[in-house]
């Protein structure tokens, strides 16, 4: 694979000494990019900068290191699944499946993203400045002092936060376009965490289990943390939080389906 | 000669140390089984297992079990069957039963396995995931035709009209006469709050029900009790029963003794005569007038929605076939397993075909003959679980009725007494002491709860099937495998067995 | 690897084999001509999707100098079944052009079947005794050798178009069948992940019946009734893949029935009756409960994600949960959908616009002019 650059001596402005080098990924299938990328980090490596990039799957798949991984270009399904540290910057939109049972870690989406995003995540971010698809956040969980997080800056489709067990969600609908700022289903099976939306939505597309709350002053607290953080991220402008804007969905019950059965 | 040769069926035996005298067994046997001289006395003879004595003894002191009496094993001559002869040596009377068939013919239900979804197409989630159950019963067009108005699509094709029902379950006919009017009633309010619909079989429509139209069928029998127009009119579609599963070819027969003074004004007929229907309507002798029926019918009732009511017999797809082109909108199959208040023993037990086979060919034959869409079909007579549901629907049925689980779910044991009018239960009897027993509202509530769990049981295999509508499952035999089933009977179902 | 009537010996006449796959689609909506080369390398980017097992694609405008003519495309296993075919579309057609498929040897591709194509049109004579118009007249005799001549399948019917299919990856397929030396306004392209044994050549996508070509990635929860409920209009399954009811679904109801293409659509991939009963219009309303009702056997259950061709255009439809992924994009007048952006980004790399499609709405492309 061809070595665009080995800067190896590059300081950067936040961490002085990171070794860095970026790579030609274009046409390389995924399992030798994957496996030049770990043989990188084993040699020391904590910047990989990945041009070229069009549709590699895997790409930070079971990654522990705290490294970073830019990606110039869409890259492929399940990036960042079962990764437990890492850092992924993609310039460009993503596709199915990201952060797939993420552990912990961030993962910056600088466009849109596609179905299935954080299944089952369990710790890290997943901040995505556009829109995203159906049955992002499906049981996301948190467990002890682990809280998973994800933002989008626009718009999400059906079953946004399916059978959602914990962790954080905020969809901000801004971008153009007639599509709904959410779809229906929303929170449909949820028994733990808390979704924040921006705008109105009926009730006719919440799921059963799911109500709304008035949001508290530690929520507005809460978001402003996390949309400071996002537009760091993201290279976006943050704004203050009006929670007068927002909405919050949590469940009424951590047993909804308590009294399905007989016996 | 001794004058009683048959032995009681069932022994009752109280437990005197537990017995506390408070007599509550003496006053709901509705069958007279307990007297009380000092102490509770009860007469096995007259017992006929249906539980209420044990359910309101409040100190658990009654066991009923079956008199354990011997006789001499034979495979061919069961016990019944030597009992039955001598019962009709006694009275040379015909064998008269109630509920539906119970001898153990082959249940083709009991040999089909439904299928599910792994790996190549995901189950769904019925508990948080959409599942539709919504039917539409009646006629509908073989092709929509569709025309823009102003950039706006619309619908050019006039459609009939169709009974709406919010799960694929109803209940079957149950004549208010052979069940008591609370029955009734309690069936009309759960088919209102489940969205379904209930049938006022053979007897007529009390007045007190008529608020319940929308979720009602009217039916009109061989013995037309009960129909005038306003009758006609009252329900949201008409039915005309020409036979049921229990006694195919033969009319209903109500004793004189159910024929009170309520049931005799809705049946209009006077009290205490014996309410019997004529075997074949006496104005449908052939197919064409069965259509003169149905179109007079209709005229009468603005055009509701019209269903012909059949039992399951040999050339049932023929006779559909039949139906269909005659004019009716919904056929109503009831199986051989189908229940009755009085029936004889010899009809029900041996006449007619599974309600399985007959929906497998019904629907075939329809579909060959381009004209399935013509009518919608019921399926009921044996309906036991939602298991049988998913199955009826996948063998070709749009929706099923349920007539001996909704009796149970009242409380019915199925003791097969219907027919002497002392149901201890209140369900199939006219004894106003008895009737009062079954509270309407709480008889409701419980055909809601059974209906509900079966309506979940279903989305549970629907989820599975990786459907998320009804109609998906409906006809699609692919679904189901069988086991232990002949290769014959597979071809007429046109199912596969397990492994293929 | 052989074909055909093994395979459907051991498989029992009944099996379906479920699909699963990725699939990609181009047209230019101002009819400029794209080489084939162009759908081979979107395909390329999907390699993981599939197996091996099966990949095919769909061109039209592809026989420019045969316009007017069927171009029929035919797959035999022996010469007796090319024998009797031949006699049948003889008897039927009149063929003006008849010859083997162009096709390369690839290393990749094995057991490769007898390929040819007839270019031909209805015999007038004949198609009046029938009383039937000349598409139905096609799909009578396609049925006719489909059900009728063993070891032999007619895989493409149409119209200045063609369907090229086969046992391998994509683009060693594209390879074989020599695609970049056809251009067309439309290119559609399937990789296949068959999980029953045969990747056989009649069971890879897409599947054909006149002008309709259609590439699936998923599995059809209702085949059984849909096949049923297409048996009652003359439709005959015989290709043992639940893909196939698509194509005869798209072709009852736009052709026969002539719903217009958004109601078809809606048919497929119905509205749930929680958003029909919200519907305030009451028109519409009666219109979607109309739908509903009556065609419930042709209601599509199940994932997919299909691209459906046509002479006039493409379009591409979810199920109505969207459980198999689909993303279109724009660049001046050409559409592309794919299952992936990746596949549309190796062709496009700078689209205008790229968007997900919502569940159940058709994403469309169709010629400004003539096609």
């Known amino acids: 694979m061809r070595v665009i650059s080995d800067m190896t001596e590059r300081v950067k402005e936040r961490e002085a000494g990171v070794k860095a080098i970026t790579l030609d990924a274009k046409g390389v299938y995924y399992r030798d990019l994957n496996e030049n990328i770990r043989e990188l980090i084993d040699r020391g490596y904590q910047e990989i900068v990945l041009d070229g990039v069009n549709g590699q799957r895997y790409i930070g798949d079971g990654l522990d290191e705290k490294v970073t991984i830019v990606i110039n270009g869409v890259p492929g399904n399940d990036l960042g699944a079962f990764m437990n540290g890492p850092t992924i910057i993609v310039n460009d939109n993503a596709q199915d499946v990201v952060g797939n049972t993420m552990n912990s870690g961030k993962i910056v989406v600088k466009g849109h993203a596609g179905d299935v995003i954080g299944y089952g995540m369990r710790g890290g971010r997943i901040f995505v400045t556009g829109d995203i698809g159906y049955r992002v956040g499906i049981h996301m969980k948190s467990f002890k002092d682990q809280v998973p997080v994800i933002v989008a800056g626009g718009r999400a489709g059906d079953f946004f936060g399916e059978y959602m067990a914990g962790g954080i969600m905020v969809l901000l609908g801004s971008g153009e376009g007639d599509s709904p700022l959410v779809g229906h289903y929303v929170g449909t099976g949820m028994h733990g965490g808390v979704i924040y939306i921006k705008g109105k939505v009926r009730d006719s597309q919440l799921g059963r289990e799911v109500r709304l709350f008035p949001l508290e002053e530690e929520d507005r607290v809460l978001l402003e943390g996390l949309l400071e953080e996002f537009s760091q991220s993201t290279g976006t402008s943050a704004r203050p939080v009006d929670p007068a804007e927002f909405i919050k969905l949590m469940p009424f019950s951590h047993r909804p389906y308590g009294n399905m059965y007989v016996y | 000669m001794p004058g009683n040769l048959v032995p009681g069926e069932f022994l009752v035996d109280i437990d005197y140390e537990r017995c506390r005298r408070c007599k509550r067994c003496v006053l709901n046997c509705g069958f007279g089984a307990f007297d009380f001289k000092d102490r509770t006395v009860a007469d096995s003879s007259k017992c006929v297992a249906c539980h209420r004595c044990v359910a309101f003894c409040p100190e658990d002191a009654i066991t009923v079990t079956r008199n354990p009496l011997a006789f001499r094993e034979n495979a061919s001559w069961d016990v019944n069957l030597r009992k039955m002869i001598w019962k009709q040596a006694e009275t040379s009377g015909i064998m008269l039963t109630g509920m539906g068939n119970d001898l153990p013919w082959l249940n083709v239900f009991d040999h089909l396995l439904i299928d599910a979804c792994q790996v190549t197409n995901p189950s769904i989630d019925p508990l948080r995931e959409p599942m539709e159950l919504r039917t539409y019963l009646g006629k509908k067009p073989a092709k929509l035709k569709v025309g823009k108005d102003d950039g706006h699509y619309r619908l050019e094709t006039p459609v009939a009209k169709n009974l709406k029902l919010d799960v694929p379950i109803m209940f079957s006919p149950m004549s208010y006469g052979a069940v008591s009017l609370n029955t009734h009633r309690a069936l009309a309010i759960a088919a209102e709050r489940l969205g379904t619909v209930m049938n006022t079989g053979e007897g007529g429509l009390h007045k007190e029900l008529y608020p319940y139209g929308d979720h009602i069928i009217v039916q009109c029998a061989s013995g037309r009790f009960g129909v005038h127009s306003e009758y006609l009119n009252a329900g949201v579609a008409v039915e005309i029963k020409i036979g049921q599963g229990a006694k195919p070819g033969i009319g209903g027969h109500l004793p004189g003794e159910k024929i009170g003074r309520d049931v005799s004004s809705t049946r209009m007929i006077p009290v205490g005569t014996d309410a019997l229907s004529p075997a074949p309507h006496h104005d449908i002798y052939s197919i064409e007038d069965l259509r003169q029926l149905i179109y007079a019918l209709k005229e009468a009732s603005g055009y509701k929605p019209l269903s012909v009511k059949i039992a399951t017999v040999h050339n049932v797809a023929a006779i559909c076939s039949g139906i269909a082109r005659a004019g009716a909108d919904i056929i109503y199959l009831d199986g051989f397993r189908g229940g009755s208040g009085a029936t004889p023993t010899v009809i029900r037990d041996h006449v007619g075909i599974p309600l399985e086979i007959a929906l497998a060919v019904v629907d075939e034959r329809l579909r060959q003959e381009g004209i399935r869409n013509e009518v919608s079909i019921i399926a009921a007579g044996g309906i036991r679980c939602a298991a049988d549901v998913a199955k009826a629907i996948a063998l070709g049925a749009d929706a099923v009725a349920i007539g001996t689980a909704a009796l149970i779910a009242l409380g019915c044991r199925v003791c097969q007494k219907c027919y002497t009018g002392n149901c201890s239960w209140g369900i199939c009897t006219q004894r106003p002491e008895l009737t009062a027993r079954l509270d309407p509202d709480w008889g409701a509530e419980r055909l809601v709860n059974l209906v509900n769990s079966w309506a979940h049981e279903l989305q549970e295999v629907l989820g599975a099937l990786g459907v998320n509508a009804i109609e998906s499952l409906r006809g699609n035999r692919e679904r189901l495998r069988a086991l232990g089933l002949d290769s014959t009977t597979m071809e007429i179902l046109d199912v596969q067995p397990a492994g293929r | ?371």
């Open chain 3, 1 to 371: 690897m052989a074909f055909g009537d093994q395979y459907r010996k051991w498989n029992v006449d009944r099996e379906k084999v479920p699909s699963a796959c990725g699939l990609s689609g181009v047209i230019s909506q101002d009819g400029h001509m794209i080489s084939g080369d162009v759908i081979i390398e979107s395909m390329g980017v999907m390699r993981d999707r599939g197996n091996g097992l099966g990949a095919g694609y769909a061109g039209y405008g592809i026989y420019p100098n045969h316009k007017d003519l069927y171009a029929i495309h035919v797959m035999f296993e022996d010469e007796a079944g090319k024998k009797a075919c031949e006699s049948l579309l003889n008897e039927n057609m009149e063929v003006q052009e008849a010859g083997e498929i162009p096709t390369s040897p690839n290393p990749h591709i094995e057991g490769a079947p007898l390929l040819w194509r007839y270019f031909a049109q209805p015999r007038e004579d004949i198609r009046k005794t029938q009383e039937i118009g000349a598409e139905d007249f096609m799909v009578r005799l396609v049925m006719n050798i489909n059900t009728t001549v063993s070891g032999t399948f007619v895989f493409s019917s149409g119209k200045n178009m063609g369907v090229f299919k086969a046992v391998g990856f994509a683009e060693d397929v594209g390879a074989f069948y020599r695609l970049p030396d056809y251009s067309g306004y439309t290119w559609i392209g399937h990789t296949r992940f068959p999980t029953n044994t045969p990747g056989w050549w009649g069971g890879a996508h897409p599947f054909n019946i006149l002008d309709w070509a259609v590439v699936h990635n998923g599995e059809i929860s209702s085949y059984g009734i849909n096949k049923r409920y297409l048996e009652m209009f003359g439709y005959q399954c015989t290709l043992l893949t639940d893909t196939e009811v698509m194509a005869y679904l798209f072709d009852l109801l736009i052709r026969k029935h002539g719903l217009p293409l958004e109601i078809a659509c809606k048919v497929l991939a119905a509205p749930f009756w929680q958003d029909i009963d919200e519907e305030g219009d009451p028109a519409e309303k009666e219109l979607l409960e109309a739908i509903r009702a009556t065609y419930g056997s042709a209601l599509v259950n199940g994932p997919f994600a299909v691209l459906v061709g046509y002479s006039r255009g493409m379009i591409g439809l979810n199920d109505r949960i969207k459980l198999r992924p689909l993303v279109a994009a724009y660049k001046d007048d050409y559409l592309y959908v794919a299952s992936e952006e990746s596949a549309i980004r190796q062709i496009c790399p700078t689209p205008d616009r790229v968007w997900a499609p919502p569940a159940g709405r058709p994403v469309v492309g169709e010629l400004k002019g003539d096609a």
